[in-house]
């Protein structure tokens, strides 16, 4: 049989533990301060109460977050929500920022839907030349806004947003219809409800709509019905928890809404063709 992985650690920032010091409603550095202790490649980990975006503007970074791996070229905007798993590896010559906003900060932006997009939603995104030198530009007014003090603090979180407006406006998310905010809209609830199961006219009462008219805009924006999209996410909140956790079969089921574990392991391997033991690295029962 073999031995659970290790759980992900959880950090507040890397390699500080969660509920020390005081909480920066937004923190700034650049890529090497942190990088370069841990020589340049930063293990699998996650944040639970910080929104963190990676900046990268030259340089190579291999990525991974949540359970995809990539190596985008530079310029580009790395999103990391509350809860995603994320590590990177980087070139010693690797230029950029890493901005970390507080659960706080987080829970203020969502009031406006384009920021709550951004702050909510696991991404990788190009930048052009143009929106990378203005994002480069407001980053560095963060960095140079350091300190404690009140007014430096309140300064941050005005660039933060900023910046996040910068990227929201610049459409730098998942490929989709960005002109259709129902659907945009629709998958922030999703994500808001990864662990719990939600039928259909959940979603269409919520977002003031029809069925029918939820399930037309999304098949059209994103190729899949509502509740094929909820599967999903679903599906991937199970990966998360199965393989990032030390959490067995039966009580990801039930952490997930599902009455009987088996039901779940079928509803499992519907989705990704595999079973939730060989995820998990467990062995059945």
Not at 24 to 49: F, G
Not at 121 to 126: L, N
Not at 187 to 216: I, K, P
Request: proline share 7%.
């Amino acid at each position: 049989m073999k031995n659970p992985p290790a759980p992900v650690p959880r950090y507040a920032l890397l390699g500080e533990e969660p509920g020390h010091g005081h909480e920066e409603l937004v923190h700034c550095e650049t890529i090497a301060a942190r990088s370069i202790r841990y020589d340049w490649e930063i293990p699998p980990h996650r944040h639970p109460a910080l929104c963190q975006l990676l900046l990268v503007f030259d340089g190579q970074a291999r990525i991974a977050l949540d359970f995809h791996a990539t190596q985008p070229a530079a310029p580009f905007a790395l999103v990391a929500p509350s809860g995603a798993v994320h590590a990177f590896r980087f070139s010693p010559d690797v230029d950029g920022l890493v901005l970390t906003l507080s659960n706080t900060l987080v829970q203020a932006l969502s009031g406006d839907q384009a920021l709550a997009d951004m702050v909510h939603t696991p991404r990788i995104a190009s930048l052009s030349p143009d929106i990378a030198a203005r994002v480069r530009a407001v980053g560095q007014q963060i960095l140079l806004a350091a300190g404690a003090a009140p007014a430096r603090e309140m300064l941050r979180r005005t660039l933060a947003e900023a910046l996040l407006r910068i990227l929201a406006e610049d459409g730098a998310g998942p490929e989709r219809d960005h002109g259709d905010r129902l659907v945009t809209r629709f998958q922030s609830l999703v994500e808001a409800h990864c662990r719990t199961q939600r039928r259909l006219e959940f979603y269409a009462a919520a977002l003031g709509c029809t069925e029918r008219t939820l399930t037309r805009r999304v098949r059209a924006a994103l190729d899949v019905s509502p509740i094929e999209f909820v599967n999903q996410r679903l599906a991937a909140e199970a990966t998360r928890l199965l393989r990032f956790t030390n959490a067995g079969c039966a009580h990801v089921a039930e952490e997930l809404g599902f009455d009987d574990p088996s039901y779940f392991s079928r509803f499992y391997r519907r989705m990704t063709g595999r079973t939730p033991s060989e995820i998990s690295g467990r062995e059945p029962g």
